[in-house]
């Protein structure tokens, strides 16, 4: 029998525009310091628990996470990876198919268009990922297999809408 791995995509929350801030040092918006813990509490009520978290390096998407992890019981490893800022769908699911086959749970904090890509790609299904959405994805099977159409996804939206219900 395979194990399952899931894969939570999670969008950094809104950044703030105002200032004069290159794209990699830009901070949260306020509505952006709002969203972000309300993902991690959707977590926290919907997971069993998470592995690791691969995160951009971009500031914008490690305060998400650090929001986020505020809100779990037990914060995972957090590991922030180049690769993840400005990512292509493909050069995600590269970064995912690396994975280590003894983690079963796995967020992944990044950026549009890349991480709404790699919905599509992993799931077939095309779902808008605006700012703190998260989505889940079941994969059958170790990482490597992560493949095209080889995930199920199993929620979808930006907390706390009701859309975003666990299956």
């Given at each position: 029998?395979?194990?399952e791995?899931v894969?939570?995509?999670?969008r950094?929350?809104?950044?703030?525009?105002s200032?004069d801030?290159?794209?990699?040092?830009?901070?949260?918006?306020?509505?952006?310091?709002r969203?972000?813990?309300?993902?991690?509490?959707?977590?926290?009520?919907?997971?069993?628990?998470?592995?690791?978290?691969?995160?951009?390096?971009a500031?914008?998407?490690?305060?998400?996470?650090?929001?986020v992890?505020?809100?779990?019981?037990?914060?995972?490893?957090?590991?922030?990876?180049e690769?993840?800022?400005a990512?292509?769908?493909r050069?995600?699911?590269?970064?995912?198919?690396?994975?280590?086959?003894?983690?079963?749970t796995v967020?992944?904090?990044g950026?549009?268009?890349?991480?709404?890509?790699?919905?599509?790609?992993?799931?077939g299904?095309?779902t808008?990922?605006?700012t703190s959405?998260?989505?889940?994805?079941?994969?059958?099977?170790?990482?490597?297999t992560?493949?095209?159409?080889?995930g199920e996804?199993?929620?979808?939206?930006?907390?706390?809408?009701?859309?975003?219900?666990?299956e």
């Open positions: 029998m395979t194990e791995r894969l939570v995509l999670l950094h929350a809104k950044s703030d525009w200032g801030e290159p794209d990699h040092a830009r901070p949260l918006a306020k509505r952006g310091r969203q972000a813990p309300e993902a991690g509490r959707w977590l926290a009520e919907n997971l069993d628990h998470v592995d690791l978290a691969v995160v951009s390096p500031t914008r998407a490690r305060t998400t996470w650090d929001l992890a505020a809100e779990l019981t037990v914060v995972p490893p957090t590991r922030i990876d690769r993840v800022y990512a292509s769908d050069e995600l699911q590269d970064v995912v198919r690396e994975l280590t086959h003894d983690l079963q967020v992944l904090v950026h549009n268009p890349g991480i709404e890509e790699l919905v599509a790609r992993l799931t299904d095309w808008p990922m605006p959405s998260i989505a889940v994805i079941a994969l059958a099977g170790p990482w490597p992560a493949g095209d159409g080889q996804l199993r929620a979808a939206g930006r907390p706390p809408t009701s859309r975003l219900a666990a």
